[in-house]
């Protein structure tokens, strides 16, 4: 607060603002975010094409190819021998190569032999494959 003396010796009041304070955040805040924007973006400068590609709609009926603990396969609910996968995706895909194989492995086995399926999916023209998962959560403690 300032204090004008004048002539008449009567004190006078000035109503200022001290904007310090103000200049000293605003201040911080621009030196934060300075620091902080260069760990906001990619190291790898990527330039990613852009698509008019209407998005696919799920099908009614997907098919799944599991391959159980014990390196069996199964073609939804039906069991299937490894030689008579491809004629059996045929038939559950109706010849369509195109159709996307959504592919579910038990955890127990291993990454090889999930390879090896894929691999005869591929060699038998169907390269459209999907991995299925669980979504994990985080368990509340």
Same mark, same amino acid.
């Given at each position: +607060? ?112 999930? +390879?090896?399926? +894929? ?16 979504? +994990? ?5």
């Amino acid at each position: +607060m300032a204090v004008h003396f004048g002539k008449d010796d009567a004190e006078v009041e000035t109503h200022e603002i001290n904007v310090t304070p103000f200049i000293d955040v605003i201040l911080v805040l621009l030196i934060i975010f300075m620091v902080a924007a260069p760990l906001a973006t990619v190291d790898i400068p990527v330039d990613l094409p852009g698509s008019t590609v209407q998005p696919r709609q799920r099908p009614d009926k997907p098919v799944f190819l599991t391959v159980k603990a014990d390196r069996g396969l199964a073609i939804g609910e039906d069991a299937v021998s490894r030689e008579s996968l491809a004629s059996a995706l045929e038939v559950a895909t109706k010849n369509n190569k195109d159709e996307r194989i959504f592919v579910r492995a038990d955890r127990a086995v291993s990454y090889g032999d999930v +390879m090896e399926v +894929m691999n005869t999916l591929r060699s038998a023209g169907y390269l459209k494959l999907g991995l299925v998962g669980l979504e +994990m959560r985080e368990e509340k403690k």
